[in-house]
């Protein structure tokens, strides 16, 4: 499967509704996750029989040393992903974007805040900080 660049991953997300979106960005996060246990687990092609679920990928990912302040990011992703699988008709509100960002570490609610800044900068909307949407 040929990669995803960064910049063309930003342009397809730029494109979808919430739910478009939501899935999109799961999907790459979880092929991001699989390339970094292939890069750490000689043989990761022979767990693929045990069939590991994105929740069992985020907890060896952390356990093979990926930053802990990504696990609980990872997982509140997973349940957003979940939310949409699992429940016709559902719509992401204020609510479920407040709660995951609370997950993150006060570093990387800083870089948060800075790239949404820059894009409502770019789009020449009003600054109104991410945490208050």
Known sequence: M??????QFHADLQNEDDLGAVIRGHL?????LNELLKGQIP????????????????????AMGLNANY???LRGIGLLRN???HQPGFKISQ????NLYKTFSG?????????????NKDLNRE????SEH
Not at 2 to 7: A, G, I, K, R
Not at 43 to 62: I, M, N, Q, S
Not at 113 to 118: E, H, P, S, V
Not at 127 to 130: E, G, L, S
């Open 2 to 7: 040929p990669e995803l660049s960064d910049e």
């Open 28 to 32: 790459h996060i979880e092929h991001a």
């Open 43 to 62: 043989f990761f092609e022979r767990l693929e029989k045990l069939h590991l679920d994105y929740e069992v990928k985020v907890v060896l990912a952390t």
């Open 71 to 73: 696990e609980q990011p």
């Open 83 to 85: 939310k949409y699988a």
């Open 95 to 98: 609510s479920d974007t407040t």
């Open 107 to 119: 570093d990387d609610k800083a870089i948060i805040q800075d790239a949404y800044k820059r894009t």
């Open 127 to 130: 600054n109104v900080p991410f």
